[in-house]
């Protein structure tokens, strides 16, 4: 009879951290101070930091390690505001989010 016991799914190989790797433009800074009320960019920057050590260590995903939670793709697509017109418009419109930070794989 053929084991059917489950294996866990072996955790990405993770690579230090790199503060190097940290960009951020100005319609992303200005987005996360006023989201977090930090304006000073040192102090925000050392928020960012910590946001992402606390992520990383749940789940050492590549796109944690290189800052993309920080980048503003999703607002910078032609579709997006297609998006927010369905939202608005659309009685019991639902928002799927199933790609925000998480388990990207680089082909």
């Known amino acids: 009879m053929a084991d059917t016991s489950k294996t866990a799914e072996p955790k990405p190989q993770s690579r230090p951290l790199d503060e ?3 960009s ?3 319609q992303a ?3 996360m101070r006023e989201q977090t009320g930090i304006q000073d960019p040192e102090e925000l ?6 946001a992402q050590a606390k ?3 749940i789940h050492p995903y590549n796109c944690i ?3 993309a939670f920080v ?3 999703l607002g910078r697509l032609p ?3 297609q998006l927010l017109a369905l939202g608005k418009n659309r009685k019991g419109a639902i928002f799927l989010d199933i790609g925000c930070c998480c388990k990207h794989r680089n082909a």
């Open 79 to 81: 579709a997006y505001e």
């Open 45 to 50: 920057k050392k928020h960012i930091f910590a």
């Open 29 to 31: 800074l200005q987005f």
């Open 24 to 26: 951020i433009d100005d």
């Open 65 to 67: 390690r290189k800052f």
């Open 71 to 73: 980048q503003l793709k």
């Open 20 to 22: 190097s790797l940290y």
């Open 55 to 57: 992520a990383y260590a």
